[in-house]
Structures are given as structure tokens and as C-alpha cells.
């Protein structure tokens, strides 16, 4: 909607009529309130707004249908090095640069078709140096006359923003583009990306994202701009096809900027190879977790602190607890009280990193307090995290073999008890043999002499006792006594 200024408003720069949108920038706002106070009806006086006009940041130029400069602003002098005096005798082609002024007639009808223009060019100071500048011009309409409204803003910082951004964007490792958000036409793109879509750059800037993006419907994808417009930014995962036909694993970071009436900044990295290897990393979890799962063993993980935190249903089994049972025991808590302090011993040393591993055979507890015989194997893991350890044990139930190894041991000492007693009655039954001296010696013994006679041949003269006369018979000294022989 337009808002005509009265007949009224009008005498310092003599435009009368003038009509100026709600949509004007800052600048022009001045511009109109210079026009507007330059009626000494106003409530503030008309140098007021002069010395708006004149203080007024960005250089203002104010140009006639034959494109002469009639009025300026202090900016616009400093700007281009000129006096105001010296500007009012110029035109647009004199502060121009070559390729600004070969459009100017361009660009002057196409400021009366569409009333008001933005774009690019570069002004050239006195002294020669370029400028870089933004202007707006606006086709404003006086009563009978028309002027050009041109607000110029020097954007030679922003370019050289500008210049190092894309510096920094051309060497990136990672794709980037820049995409229209009304079209979702691509405006630009970097070698990165045209790498690792398999298009050229004069190919790309001739198509839409959605001509690339794999996963998304084109309604899909206006409707994810239209997300990242209100949000601000955006960080997801796609595919995008390349120009071979394969598909592209890609990580998305977009950025939504007002600029060029709405554009999307993104940089694009190739996941494809990571994509790849979480994939075959989450199969190899998913085969240890199936045989994690199903192993007639008993596997459990424990952290530094004993304490598990994790169990297969084998080892559940074993001691009659449930998982969530299990999560709050320690180690120490599952062993038999005769094994507690080796179990400490074995831990310590294995946690320290003396050893990595160990296995031992031992005595455990079940959840009702039964006792029964394991053989475990202890291994120290390390986590992802640095300096994360964790304790991975391996638990067989043996106590079958353990009772079996303990009836044949028995069986064993019984067997071994007889084979000693059978030789201790043998080696009994030739003691005497071997307890009877020497005959040489026995035949020189004062008691062999005693009883000489008793010894005779002619056994039906010796006394009755004296027939079973031996060594034993001969130490007792009541022989001397009860002996017939003796008595005689």
C-alpha cells in the first residue's frame, strides 16, 4: 500500500506528490521525513530534517527522469570522494565502474516497470579505487515529475567476507551448497561436493535438490525447507544419488539465511563408508549378542568395582537370580566364604594389570545358599572409554566332575588300604623268620648253651614244653625258671 505525501509536504527538495511504500528501508524512511518536514507546518522544524537527511549513514542519491544527479547527501560524498557541488554536474556514468555503467539503461526502465529494484555494482572513487556497493532505487512519482530514489550501501567488507568464506568453502574437505529456498534451485557448489556427486558445477547450478535427494518426494523436500526456514538450521541424514546411479550416504548441516530473497547454506559429508562399517559392526554385536545369548556357558561383565552389569541367561540359570537380581551383586557376593580371600588376591592382581587373565576352579553360592563347584576364566576388557576397564568372566558348572573325581579318589584309598594291609600281613608272617639271629650267633647265645640238651634229637626224652622252644621262648627269663631241663 502506497501513502501519498500531500501538496503541503513538499518544498525543500521540491517533490511534491511524492509516494513511497510501507516496505521502505531505514534510509528512505529519512528520506520521506526530510520531505515531509519540509513543510513549516510541521511540528519540527525543516533544518531538522535536513540535518537527518545529511547525517544519514548510507550515501543517498536523488536522480531525475534524464538521470541527473539533483540532490545528494554528505555520505554520498564522502563516498565517492566528490563535493556536492561537483556531483550535481554529474551522472550515474561518471562514479560507475565499466560493466555498472553498460546497464544503466537496463536498468533504468526496468525501475519504471517494477517501481523498485536491489542489486549489485561498483562505484569508482575519485582517486580511483573501486567500490563495491548494494543499491535500491525507487521510481517515485511527484505530481507531474518522477525522480529515482537511490539508497547505496559500500558492502566491500561484506565481500571480502564474502571472498574468504568461499576461500574456506572451496578447500573444504566436506560438500557444501547453496540452494533458493523459494525453488530449492541450487545457486552454488564446491569441488568437494561435485566430487562426491560425480556433476559438474555448471550442471549442478542448473538443477534442483530434488533432482539429487534419494529419500525425500519433492513435496517432501519443500516441506523440510519450509521446516529449516522457521527453525533457523537443520542437521539430518539422507541419501543423494549420484550421477552413476549409486546412492550416497550423506550428513547434512543447513543453515537458512534471508539473503537473496531466502537461501540455504549447507555442508554435506560423504557417511557412506561409516555407514558401512556401523553396519558391520552392529552384525558382528548382533552375532555376539545371538551367541552371547545362547552360549551353554555362563558369561557375565562386571565393572572395576565388581559390581555386574550384565549376565546371559546361562549364567542366571547357574545361580537361580534374574538379571535385574544379578545387577546389584558384586563377585564376592556369588563365591563360596572358603574362597574369599583368593578371590580378592586374583582380582586385585588381574585389575592392576599384573595379568590379563586367569582361571580357577573354585566353590560358588547359589540364590538358596547351595554350594556348587565352577571353573571360571577371568579376563580384563577395555572400554571404549579411556582408562574404562571391565572384567569379562566365563563360568562352568562342574560340579559333577569335581563328585566324580571325588568317589574315584575314594575308591582309590580303598582300594589302596587293602593292597597295605594284604602286604602288612605278609611282611607279619615272615617276621620271625627274619627275627631269628644268625645261626652262628644263636649257637654261641649262653641261653642256646642252657638249653642245649633240649635241642637233642631224641625229641621223645625232652620235656613237652621245650618242643616249641624258639627265639621269643629263650629271651623270657621264667624259662629259667619253668624249663624241666633247668630243673634237673
Known sequence: MEHPVTSKMATGLGLRGLKLSKDSSRSQAIITAIIMASENTSKLPG????????????????????????????????????????????????????ATREKIPERMAQIKAERLIAFEGV??????????????????????????????????????REREYQAVVETATDGFWAVRANDARILEANAAYCKMIGYTRSELLSMHISDL?????PEETRSHILKVMETGRDFFET???????????????VTYSRRRGGTLFAFVRDISARKRAQALLYDSEEKFRRMYDNAPLGI????????????NPAFCKLFGYTVGELLGLTILDLTHP????QTRQNMRILLDGAISTYSVEKKYLKKGGEAFWGRAIATEVWGSEPGKRYVMGMLEDITGRVEGE????????????LLVSGSMRAAIRSWPTRLTPPPEKFMQSPRFTACRPMRSRKRSTSPPCCNRLSAPCIARSSCRTSCPARSR
Open 213 to 217: 535427494e534419494a529419500c525425500e518426494s
Open 300 to 311: 557375565a561383565m562386571a565393572g572395576e568395582d565388581q559390581k555386574f552389569f550384565s549376565a
Open 338 to 341: 572358603d574362597y574369599l580371600d
Open 47 to 98: 533544518d531538522v530534517f535536513r540535518q537527518l537527511f545529511e547525517n544519514a549513514a548510507d550515501p543517498i542519491f536523488i536522480l531525475d527522469t534524464e538521470g541527473n544527479f539533483i540532490e545528494v547527501n554528505r555520505a554520498a560524498c564522502d563516498h565517492t570522494g566528490y563535493s556536492r557541488e561537483e556531483l550535481l554536474r554529474m551522472r550515474p556514468e561518471h562514479i560507475d565502474d565499466a
Open 123 to 160: 562505484h569508482v572513487h575519485r582517486d580511483g579505487t573501486p567500490i563495491p556497493v548494494e543499491m535500491r532505487i525507487r521510481w517515485v512519482e511527484c505530481g507531474e515529475k518522477s525522480y529515482f530514489l537511490n539508497i547505496c550501501r559500500n558492502i566491500a567488507e561484506r565481500r571480502q
Open 239 to 253: 541419501k543423494h544419488r549420484h550421477k552413476g546411479g549409486r546412492l550416497i550416504e550423506i550428513e547434512v548441516s
Open 406 to 417: 571325588e568317589r574315584r579318589l575314594a575308591e582309590m584309598r580303598g582300594q589302596k588300604d
